[in-house]
């Protein structure tokens, strides 16, 4: 069982930067992807960002490449999204998720609780 813990969302102009963080405890060492997705009232999960646990790869969604950086910290069990140049279609719930390295939502098998991000001026 994995438990993942997000912090970090808020209210922020557009052009601004927040980080999210997503702590893991629990069964991780199973797992190779950890990933982050979004998701606005009415439409599926989108796929953000996800890295490798192991090798530190990473891969973005076309929406967010060049704005936005995953990284993870082993020895706090920890993920980033550092979040850059901020637009308003950005507002979204942000999900951490473990489970492959994919950018499929079914192929993560445990999600954090969620935290908003409100891009507005």
């Known amino acids: 069982q994995v438990q993942l813990v997000e912090s970090g969302g808020g209210l922020v102009h557009p052009g601004g930067s927040l980080r999210l963080s997503c702590a893991a405890s629990g069964r991780t060492f199973s797992s190779n992807g950890m990933g982050w997705f979004r998701q606005t009232p009415g439409n599926e999960r989108e796929f953000v960002a996800v890295?490798?646990?192991?090798?530190?790869?990473?891969h973005y969604g076309d929406s967010v490449k060049g704005r936005f950086t995953i990284s993870r910290d082993k020895a706090k069990n920890t993920v980033y999204l550092q979040m850059n140049s901020l637009k308003p279609e950005d507002t979204a719930v942000y999900y951490c998720a473990v489970g492959s390295f994919s950018a499929a939502a079914t192929d993560f098998r445990s999600w954090g609780q969620g935290t908003q991000v409100t891009v507005s001026s």
């Open positions: 890295i490798s646990w192991t090798v530190g790869i990473t």
